[in-house]
């Protein structure tokens, strides 16, 4: 069975950093592409940041660009995602997604086959 648990999530000020975690079992995050989502109330699920199987390429949100890190640990079967400098508008339930598939569709979340329950982050101004 797969599952994919998210970690790392809280309470944070404006300019503050967290690091999430995704840890996956039930298979090797090293045969698929990982994502971190965020929703929040009262809006679409957007992608936040990916990172593909094979060359490793990331892939970020212009809104997070040069904020937030993606990283995989294959030898852990973990996915993280450094947050720093964050804003109030960071806000939001983020959720660790695995999918396989070609071309550079990584934000779309219709692409992803496996996703974790979620881990809150909410940042105060």
């Known amino acids: 069975q797969v599952q994919l648990v998210e970690s790392g999530g809280g309470s944070v000020q404006a300019g503050g950093s967290l690091r999430l975690s995704c840890a996956a079992s039930g298979y090797r995050i090293s045969d698929n592409h990982m994502a971190w989502f965020r929703q929040a109330p009262g809006k679409e699920r957007e992608g936040v940041a990916a990172?593909?199987?094979?060359?490793?390429?990331?892939y970020y949100a212009d809104s997070v660009q040069g904020r937030f890190t993606i990283s995989r640990d294959n030898a852990k079967n973990t996915v993280y995602l450094q947050m720093n400098s964050l804003k109030p508008e960071d806000t939001a339930m983020y959720y660790c997604a695995a999918g396989f598939f070609r071309g550079v569709m990584w934000s779309s979340a219709s692409m992803y086959s496996y996703w974790g329950q979620g881990t809150q982050v909410t940042v105060s101004s």
């Open positions: 990172v593909y199987l094979g060359d490793v390429s990331t």
